[in-house]
C-alpha cells in the first residue's frame, strides 16, 4: 500500500506541476495593462482602461493613435483578427487542416488576398500611413506578449505577423459575412423563373404589402393570386425535400433608427444602432475611444471598433454620430456564359475569349500543399462545380468596393456632410443613419453602388452580346438619401427601404419580410419625446406582433373542438390563447406558435423547396420570404394549390399543429418543457473550447435564456443577434449607452474576458464612454 501512496502523490505532484507551468505560461500571454514600454511612435501615447477594459487612447498625432490601437488589438484579440484575414483569403486549412479546405476552395475563387494587395497600394498616402502605423502596432502588440496568444499552443501553430494588406481582408470578411457571395440566392430565383409561368413567379416572389415601413413612405400592392392553375410542379413533386426550411428573414443584418431634435425635450438628435452578427468569444467588437490632435485642432471618437482595422466603425465624434444596418440590396449578378462546344471559351461582346487561370496554392496542415486553378471571366470568377457555366460580378472584386475613406467620418462635423461622404466609402453597402449635434438626422446608402443595365436583376443574366453590363459607380448626387424628415424620425432594419427608382437602382438582395422595421417605426411614433433610455427600450422590444394574425387562424379555424379533444390538445390551446404575445423566455405559447407557422409554410412550399433540393439549392436561398405568397393562398384554400399529400387545407393545417408539437415534445421532454429560453438558449462558445479536454467549457459564455427572436426589434438566437447595442447622442456622449456580448479581451485570464456579458445578457446599460481610469499604459519613443 505504500507504494501505491507514494505513486499516487507522485502522480499528484506531476498533474500539479503541470497545471502550474500551463497557468504560468498562460499567464505569461496576458496584455500588458500598466507601465510604460517603449514603441515607434513619435510622442507619448497614453491607453487607459476602466473596469470593463473599455480602451481610451491619447495621443499627439492620428498616426500615433492607430499604432496604439493595433497594439491593443493585437494583446487582445490577435486570434480573432487572424481568422478574419484567413476567412476571407482561404487560408484557415494552415491552420486547421484538411477540415477547413473545402471553405477554403469557396473563398479562394475571390483571391481576397491579391485584392487586398492591390487595395493598399491604391490607397492614399496619408491613409497608406495610418495603415502602416496601425500595422507597426499590431506586430509590436503580438512580439511584446511573453508568449503567443494560447490558440497558437492548442493549435501546434505560430503566429505569422500582419501587414497591411491584412486589414483589407478583415474588411472583405465582413463582405462575406453580410453579402452572398456564391450567387445561390439569383440562381434559385432564376430556377424558379425557368420553371414557373410568370404569373404565379410574380405572385409567389413579391414584397410585402402588409408589413411595409419604408422611409420613404412608398407602398407596394398585393400582386393577387392568379385565376390559372397552380402549376403541377408546386403541388405534386415526386421526391420529398429533406431540409425544408425557407428564407424567412435577413437576421444577419441590424437595425438603426434615430431621432430629430423636434421629438426630444431639450432638441438634441439621438441615435440607435444594433448590429445583429454571429456571436462568439470574443465577440466582434472592440470598445475604443480614440484622442488625438491635428493641425491644433483636437478630435475624439469613441465606440465599436472592428479589430484588424484602424478605424470606430459606429460611434460618435461630439459632432456626429452614426450607425449601421446592412442594406439588403442587390451588389452582385450571376451571368450565364455562352460557352464553345469544348467549354474552353466564352463569347463576349467582343467576340469569343479564353478563360484565364491563377495558381491558387493551399497549404494544408499536416499535409502536402494542394495546388487548384481558378477560372475567370472577364466579368468575375467562374462558380464552382455545378455551377461552373455561371460567372460572379460583385462590387467586393472591384477596386470601388474596398478602402478606409470611413475614416474620415471621424472629422466630419454634420449630416449634411456626411451624407456627402458615403459615396466615397469602400465597405459593404449599409444604411447609414447620422445625427449631428444641431438635431439633425439624416439616411443614405454607404459604400459603391454600381450603375448597371442589366434586364433582371434577380436572375442570371447573358452578357454575352453586351445588353447586360455594368457601366461603373454612381456619383454622390445619385444616391437616395433623407434629409430632416418631417416625421422627426428615420429607421432601418434590413427590409425595403425605398421605392419607385430607387428599389430599382439597388434591386433585392433578400430584403427582410418588414414586420420588425414596422414595429420599430410604430414604436417611435407611440412616444412624442425620446431620450437614450427610450430607445434602448425600443431595442429590447420582443413583442411577437407579426404572430398575431397566426395566432387567430389557430384559434378560430385549426384548433376545433373535436380536434382538440381527438388529439388532447387542451394544454396546447391554453398555452396559444394565454401566452404567446412575446417572445419571452417563459413561453410556451410562443415557442408552439413559432413552430406551427415555420411548419405550415414548409408543408405548403415543400415541393417548391424539393424542386431546389433537385437542382442543389435550397429554400433558404430564395431572395423573398414565402409569408405573403402563403397567407393569401391559406386565405384562399383553394383546392389547386393545395399540396397532393393533403386532402384539404385544414388538414394541413392541423398536422403542421401535430408535427410540430411532436417535434417540440422529442426535443424537450414535453410542452411545459419547450418554453423559449429553453429552446433559445445562448451558445456563445470560443471557436476552440471544444478541443480543449476537460477545461473548454471554461472558454465559453454560460449558456443562458434569451428573449427575442426574428421578425421583432429583439433580434436573438443562439449564435447571432445583437452583437453590440448602442444609444448615443452627439455632444451628450456621457448620457449614452454602449454594450457588446462577452468582453473586450479575448484572454481568459484577463478581467475584461467576460466583463460586459452579464450586462448584455440581462439587458443592463453600460455608458458609452469609458468610466474611471483603472489601468494605464504607456508607450514611449524609442530613443
Known sequence: MLWFKRISIALLMLILLVAGFLYFALHSTLPAYEGELPADVRQQVEISRDAQGYASIKGQNRNDVAYALGFVHAQERFF???????????????????????????????RFRAKAQRGFAKLPTDQKQLLQSYTAGVNAGLAELGWPPFEYALLAQTPRDWVEADSFLALYSMYLDLQGSEGKDELAMGLMQQKLPQDWYDFLFQHSPDWQAAMDNSKVNLIPMPKSTYPALLAGQKTACTDCALHDSADIGSNNFAVSGKRTKDGRAILADDMHLGIRVPGTWFKAQLKWTEN?????????????????????????????????????????????????????????????????????????????????????????????????????????????NLLTLEKSQGVRET???????????????????????????????????????????????????????????????IYQPQSGQLWTANSRMVGGKDLALIGNGGYDL???????????????????????????????????????????????????????????????????????????????????????????????????????????????????????????????TLPAAFSSWRALL????????????????????????????????????????????????????????????????????????????????????????????????????DADHDFWLKEQPLSFLPGEQKYLLKLQPKA
Open 80 to 110: 480573432q483578427m487572424d481568422l478574419l484575414r484567413r476567412n476571407a483569403a482561404g487560408e484557415l486549412s494552415e491552420l486547421f487542416g484538411e477540415m477547413a479546405l473545402d471553405l477554403d476552395k469557396k473563398r479562394r475563387i475571390h
Open 514 to 640: 418588414g414586420a420588425r422595421g414596422l414595429q420599430i417605426r410604430d414604436a417611435l411614433t407611440a412616444t412624442a419625446q425620446h431620450n437614450e433610455q427610450s430607445l434602448h427600450d425600443i431595442q429590447l422590444d420582443h413583442r411577437a406582433l407579426m404572430l398575431a394574425r397566426w395566432q387567430q387562424l389557430l384559434l378560430d379555424t385549426v384548433l376545433t373542438k373535436d380536434f382538440v379533444a381527438e388529439h388532447h390538445l387542451e394544454s396546447y390551446l391554453d398555452y396559444v390563447m394565454k401566452d404567446a404575445s412575446h417572445a419571452s423566455i417563459g413561453s410556451v405559447g410562443y415557442s408552439l406558435l413559432r413552430a406551427f407557422r415555420a411548419k405550415t409554410l414548409e408543408l405548403t412550399f415543400s415541393p417548391l423547396t424539393a424542386l431546389l433540393e433537385e437542382n442543389n439549392l435550397s429554400g433558404r436561398d430564395l431572395k423573398f420570404s414565402m409569408e405573403t405568397a402563403g397567407w393569401e393562398m391559406l386565405q384562399q384554400q383553394r383546392t389547386d
Open 296 to 404: 491644433d485642432q483636437s478630435f475624439e471618437v469613441a465606440g465599436v471598433s472592428l479589430p484588424g482595422t484602424p478605424a470606430i466603425v459606429a460611434g460618435s465624434n461630439g459632432h456626429i454620430a452614426w450607425g449601421f444596418t446592412n442594406s439588403t440590396a442587390d451588389w452582385s449578378d450571376v451571368i450565364a456564359l455562352k460557352l464553345d462546344q469544348k467549354g474552353e471559351s466564352y463569347q463576349t461582346a467582343d467576340g469569343w475569349q479564353e478563360f484565364s487561370y491563377q495558381n491558387e496554392v493551399f497549404k494544408v496542415k499536416g499535409q502536402p500543399d494542394e495546388l487548384v486553378l481558378q477560372k475567370e471571366s472577364i466579368w468575375g470568377p467562374v462558380l464552382s462545380p455545378p455551377f461552373q457555366n455561371y460567372a460572379y460580378r460583385w462590387v467586393a472584386h472591384d477596386v470601388e468596393g474596398a478602402n478606409f
Open 654 to 753: 392541423q398536422q403542421a399543429v401535430l408535427q410540430s408539437k411532436q417535434k417540440l415534445e422529442t426535443d424537450y421532454g414535453s410542452l411545459a418543457n419547450a418554453s423559449w429560453g429553453t429552446i433559445n438558449q445562448s451558445a456563445i462558445v470560443h471557436p476552440l473550447s471544444a478541443a480543449v479536454p476537460f477545461f473548454g467549457d471554461w472558454l465559453n459564455m454560460p449558456a443562458m435564456p434569451m428573449n427575442g427572436d426574428s421578425h421583432m426589434p429583439r433580434v436573438q438566437h443562439k449564435v447571432h443577434g445583437q452583437s453590440q447595442r448602442m444609444v448615443v447622442s452627439p455632444g451628450k456622449e456621457a448620457e449614452g449607452i454602449l454594450v457588446i456580448p462577452a468582453g473586450q479581451s479575448g484572454h481568459p485570464l484577463s478581467p475584461f474576458y
Open 419 to 481: 451624407l456627402k461622404l458615403a459615396a466615397s466609402a469602400g465597405v459593404p453597402t449599409q444604411n447609414l443613419l447620422v445625427a449631428d449635434k444641431d438635431g439633425a438626422i439624416g439616411w443614405t446608402l454607404i459604400g459603391a453602388l454600381p450603375e448597371r443595365k442589366v434586364q433582371h436583376m434577380d436572375a442570371p443574366q447573358d452578357w454575352s452580346n453586351g445588353q447586360n453590363h455594368w457601366t461603373g459607380y454612381l456619383s454622390q448626387n445619385r444616391y437616395p438619401q
